[in-house]
């Protein structure tokens, strides 16, 4: 099976701490969730409701020495844990169309695959058949922001 956790909030905490001016200077932004969905936490793996606070910075989520190196976007809520879940999908994931982008162990991409709403899981377990897949970064795959990173289980 697969493990996907939320990212650690002890990095962001700080930010929330800043003024405008300061996340400016970091090319960050303070915002406010206008609605109920579409300002999707990377911490929690939740959308934030309307009216919530949440930081939107550039993030590198794919921190590896090798042409697939990625960052983009990411929006951050305070003060929420890190989501964790076993075998089945966070709440952030549902209804969207997700980019599944494989890894072998070097970080280098063996595959990828678009997920269609409700078809995230069986994609997800097609694509760690492949023992050679190390983990799989997911993105939303209109915006091309990272969801989360989905693991191999290794219980």
Do not use: Q
């Not at 939740?46 to 190196?69: C, F, M, Q, W």
């Not at 162990?105 to 990828?112: E, F, V």
Request: hydrophobic share 45%; aromatic share 8%.
């Amino acid at each position: 099976t697969y493990s996907i956790r939320g990212l650690d909030p002890e990095p962001f905490a700080p930010l929330f701490r800043l003024d405008d001016a300061g996340l400016a200077a970091i090319n960050a932004r303070r915002v406010t969730a206008t609605a109920d969905r579409g300002f999707p936490c990377r911490i929690s793996l939740e959308d934030a409701k309307a009216g919530e606070a949440l930081i939107l910075l550039h993030h590198t989520s794919h921190d590896v020495e090798t042409p697939y190196r990625s960052a983009y976007a990411i929006y951050v809520r305070p003060g929420v844990e890190a989501a964790s879940y076993r075998g089945e999908l966070p709440p952030v994931f549902e209804g969207r169309p997700l980019a599944l982008r494989a890894f072998d162990a070097d970080g280098m991409l063996r595959t990828a695959r678009l997920a269609g709403p409700g078809e995230a899981d069986g994609a997800i377990r097609d694509l760690f058949a492949d023992t050679a897949i190390s983990y799989i970064d997911a993105h939303n795959a209109a915006h091309g922001c990272f969801a989360a990173r989905i693991e191999r289980d290794a219980a």
